[in-house]
DNA sequence: CTAATAATAT
DNA sequence: AATATTATTA
């Protein structure tokens, strides 16, 4: 695919794109229907809640994305966000002219893929698609691996590992042949999938790491079929992710410190820090030219998608608790995050995969690169996000953005965490063109939406994002490092797996 | 073959 | 419950 061609794909893609419009303000509606309008969506609106949900529903495939206010009168927002989302697969985006956190974390909580704050601007609604680019190839994904087996249908011999309750957009071949009756010689093996995992993730999140232990997780999680030593053998797994990325981490922290002093010098040579590794496998952009994901950590994958997030845009300050570093806010950033009794803590955008939502190229590309070899990301970013701290005021919750558009966010005692209201930051480029280095460069430094901020504090999924004001004994590490170990595996591997049990 | 990962043993 | 070992898989 030449570049230009994997541009214009892109390009033309949202032209068209079916949007659902809900909101039972007509003045808001007719402001959103033209903006998407002119956004070249194909938009369906309505003013009920439950029209919505009906519309939906009978027209299974026909719309790709669903955008509805919060606040209506003849149906929570959420609850529809929940039915659409969980029955129709598509990604919802609410809308509100509350920026209070508590919606917002509502709003992601209950499966939005992003919350837009009224009133909306049209910058906001050009980069939707992404939404949609987003799921859509997180499913393709699910479906090359399960079908992938065209030789033989390998399942024939398999058990599914129907341990999690049902995701309801992978309701297929429901066939249960349970022939857990025979002689049963061996225990089938546990597929971790994704969203096991997240719940895994949620459920020590929730508890706290240092009281994390297999019995309660494994209550937390309520996954059928699921032992207590699965749980344990996993959890032995996730330690020992933690302490090999803990290691990595304080290595980098103490090539940073010491090349800090010496930042002129881009040279490290021979340090093996700033080298690239195998390119990123995927088409052939002009991005893979020069240099490929720096990366800082091994390139091997082990232990790779133990840990939620997924960017590593913006430096990660990690925290040391008991000899594991953790990310940001000790493993339960949120107490917003409760598990309550109808288990609604493992939001339906679980399923979704995470990624960071990016230039049109870089969604493809699902990697960003630094302009050049010597780049070193994590310095700039650092003071940057010194700078900003600096300037941000220290008491309203919702300020003002200062200059580069960011608001504080929140503040707590050692962390400040920034972002920006519903701006995509520098992937209002949508449309790719020309500028792709610039773009690339200010991607580093994108800002997030409410809504992903909070999410990636939500142990779930998403962007590690929380900005912390940088202080000693706190890193950083830099685009491309955590991110590789993060990335690559869960979501390739085991996001629908068969679970085998070999029939001799 | 090896590495990764979950099961099982201690 | 934590860790070490083994078995199975890719």
Redesign the pocket.
């Known amino acids: 695919m030449t570049v230009e061609q994997g541009i214009e794909a892109v390009d033309q893609f949202p032209v068209g794109m079916r949007v659902l419009a809900v909101d039972d303000d007509h003045t808001c509606l007719r402001i959103l229907e033209t903006l998407l309008h002119r956004c070249q969506y194909h938009v369906t609106t309505t003013d009920k809640a439950q029209t919505a949900l009906e519309l939906s529903r009978e027209n299974k495939n026909k719309f790709d994305l669903v955008i509805s206010d919060v606040d209506m009168p003849d149906m929570d927002g959420f609850k529809l966000l929940e039915l659409v989302g969980l029955e129709m697969d598509l990604p919802v985006i609410k809308l509100s002219s509350h920026s209070d956190p508590k919606y917002v974390m509502k709003g992601v909580k209950h499966g939005a893929c992003d919350y837009l704050l009224k009133p909306v601007r049209i910058e906001e609604l050009k980069n939707i698609w992404q939404h949609v680019v987003r799921k859509s190839k997180f499913k393709k994904m699910k479906s090359v691996v399960t079908n992938g087996e065209s030789e033989g249908n390998s399942d024939q011999n398999g058990v599914r590992a129907n341990r999690k309750r049902k995701d309801p957009l992978e309701e297929e071949d429901e066939e249960e042949e349970e022939q857990q009756e025979r002689g049963n010689e061996?225990?089938p093996?546990?597929?971790?999938t994704r969203e096991m995992h997240n719940k895994f993730l949620a459920a020590v999140d929730h508890v706290g790491i240092k009281n994390a232990?297999?019995?309660?997780i494994l209550e937390l999680m309520d996954v059928d079929n699921l032992t207590?030593?699965?749980v344990?053998?996993?959890?032995?797994?996730f330690?020992l992710a933690l302490k090999k990325i803990t290691n990595e981490a304080k290595q980098q922290v103490n090539m940073a410190a010491a090349n800090s002093h010496f930042m002129q010098m881009s040279s490290l040579k021979g340090l093996g820090g700033f080298h690239h590794h195998s390119p990123i496998p995927l088409g052939s952009s002009q991005f893979h030219g020069g240099a490929a994901t720096t990366r800082h950590y091994p390139s091997?994958?082990?232990?790779?998608g133990m840990f939620p997030h997924v960017s590593s845009s913006l430096p990660r300050n990690l925290h040391n608790d008991g000899g594991y570093m953790l990310q940001g806010t000790p493993f339960p950033p949120l107490e917003n995050l409760h598990i309550n009794s109808n288990n609604k803590a493992f939001p339906s955008f679980a399923s979704q995969q995470s990624s960071l939502l990016v230039a049109p190229s870089l969604v493809l590309e699902g990697h960003q690169q630094s302009s050049s070899p010597s780049y070193s990301p994590h310095l700039e970013i650092n003071k940057r996000l010194e700078d900003w701290s600096n300037n941000i005021p220290q008491s309203n919750v919702h300020s003002e953005p200062d200059a580069l558009g960011w608001n504080m966010f929140g503040n707590s005692t050692n962390q400040t965490y920034f972002c920006r209201d519903t701006d995509f930051g520098s992937s209002s480029a949508a449309h790719a063109d020309s500028l792709q280095m610039k773009q690339q460069h200010e991607n580093i430094f994108s800002p997030m939406t409410v809504a992903q901020l909070l999410r990636s504090s939500s142990a779930n999924e998403g962007l590690f994002m929380g900005q912390q004001k940088l202080e000693d004994g706190f890193m950083a590490s830099d685009a491309g490092s955590l991110d590789d170990i993060v990335n690559s595996?869960m979501t390739q591997?085991?996001s629908s797996r068969v679970l085998?049990?070999?029939l001799a």
């Open positions: 061996k225990k093996r546990v597929i971790w232990v297999p019995k309660k207590r030593d699965n344990a053998s996993h959890l032995q797994k330690r091997n994958r082990t232990f790779a595996m591997e085991q085998g049990r070999r």
